[in-house]
């Protein structure tokens, strides 16, 4: 992020679309979906609710590995663990 923060930028609001959040046209979709859904059906509400949550937190990790992890260039300061 440090030497390319606009791609961090929109890649973070890609990555946050791709994640079904309610400012994006997805959000619809997802919307619809849940809707179809039964509400007897309770096993499916559970594993559709957590197929979408691992899709958030693996969207999101690689948000983290890509954007947010050590500087290529060993000159820039790094926090350490213990501070």
Same mark, same amino acid.
């Given at each position: 992020m440090y030497q390319h923060p606009i791609w961090a930028f929109w890649f973070l609001i890609? *990555?946050?679309? $791709?994640? *079904?959040? %309610? $400012?994006t %046209?997805? $959000? #619809?979709g997802i919307d619809l979906m $849940?809707?179809? #859904?039964?509400?007897?059906?309770y096993a499916l509400i559970f594993l559709t609710s957590i197929s979408f949550l691992v899709l958030e937190l693996s969207a999101l990790r690689i948000y983290a590995r890509l954007f947010l992890g050590p500087h290529k260039k060993q000159t820039h300061p790094i926090a350490y663990r213990s501070s």
């Open positions: 890609a *990555c946050l679309a $791709f994640v *079904c959040l %309610p $400012f %046209p997805s $959000f #619809i $849940f809707s179809h #859904i039964d509400h007897d059906e």
